[in-house]
């Protein structure tokens, strides 16, 4: 290690980042390897000069197979970085991550390195297993942010499959639309209950200086022609993407409460589903708290019972935190027939 460092100020890399291994329990941490050994690069072929024993030193082909990797594996851990952020992220996030991570699985399929093709088709394997049918509520939300709207959604499902896009489309609508009608409806049952407080209000507005004519203008300029208040907003040009980073996503449908009425109210439901419930490192990490060495051999049925009810008592507590603030993966063996018997 001090030859390392020697090395590491020789070549002149002024970074405090340290190595990383590769810890098979813990999601990212081949991703976290690659990209700090490529930082260090320099430093590696320095010490294969100064240090006779070190015999594994990556040849150029290795350390551009790396960058290959680290390259293939950067939009995977930015994404489960979203996904599991203690900020949890609104749901219009969501269809487009999901479809990045298919479309470059997809892509990487076809990788003329036989190592990252192998990756990518075990990864999808995967990702059929868990995502292969997107969650049509959270798609949903794509559809109602001012930027995207249905537009996003076609390009995705045509980049995919340009022959089952349009049924893909079709459903978001039609369960959008469900979706809506529910809303307009307890909205109506809501309005009837109280008219009676409302009728002061109308009075107070009819005395101004504009009267009735105002009030029939603004209920014109609503109803649109006999549109709902979603085909209006469907019906309105998507806003400009200069403004995707800065665009508060709620803000949004608050402000513009008074123009899509029980639309936003939707909107606003919608958006606030969390991605995930519980962040990666803890969904990964939880077992160890119930499976150790004298308990390695609990039944699968009862070691959820266990998690099930320390949730219920105290909920997730991420209290075993390491040096980098992430909680530290501890590995779970799994119970055998010898075991359980």
Not at 87 to 97: I, V
Not at 192 to 197: D, K, Q, V
């Amino acid at each position: 290690m001090k030859v390392f460092e020697e090395c590491v100020e020789k070549v002149g890399i002024q970074l405090k980042l340290g190595l990383s291994i590769d810890v098979p329990t813990r999601w990212n941490s081949a991703y976290k390897m690659l990209d700090t050994a490529i930082k260090y690069k320099r430093a590696f072929s320095s010490l294969q000069l100064l240090d006779t024993n070190y015999k594994h030193c990556p040849s150029h082909e290795e350390w551009v197979r790396v960058e290959k990797i680290c390259d293939f594996l950067m939009p995977f851990n930015k994404i489960t970085k979203l996904f599991s952020g203690s900020t949890y992220p609104t749901s219009n996030l969501y269809f487009r991550q999901v479809w990045k991570i298919e479309y470059l699985l997809r892509m990487n399929m076809k990788n003329g390195d036989p190592v990252i093709k192998e990756m990518a088709c075990k990864m999808k394997i995967k990702f059929d297993k868990y995502w292969e049918q997107y969650s049509v509520i959270l798609a949903i939300g794509v559809v109602l942010d001012p930027r995207m709207k249905f537009k996003l959604l076609e390009f995705c499902y045509k980049k995919l499959d340009e022959n089952t896009y349009k049924e893909k489309l079709d459903v978001v609508k039609n369960k959008l639309y469900m979706l809506f009608e529910a809303y307009k409806a307890t909205s109506l049952t809501a309005t009837t209950s109280s008219t009676a407080s409302t009728s002061r209000c109308e009075n107070v507005i009819a005395s101004d200086d504009f009267g009735d004519e105002f009030i029939e203008y603004s209920v014109q300029d609503n109803v649109q022609n006999g549109k709902s208040a979603l085909d209006v907003y469907l019906d309105e040009p998507q806003m400009d993407m200069k403004s995707y980073a800065s665009l508060d996503i709620l803000n949004f449908w608050k402000d513009n409460k008074h123009r899509f009425g029980e639309l936003s109210l939707m909107a606003c439901d919608v958006l606030s589903i969390p991605i995930t419930t519980v962040a990666s490192e803890s969904a990964f990490s939880i077992g160890g708290r119930v499976l150790n060495k004298y308990r390695n051999c609990l039944l699968p049925s009862h070691v959820q019972a266990l998690i099930c009810t320390r949730n219920w008592l105290s909920g997730f507590e991420l209290d075993d935190k390491g040096d980098d603030g992430e909680v530290e993966d501890v590995p779970v063996r799994v119970p055998t027939e010898s075991s359980e018997a």
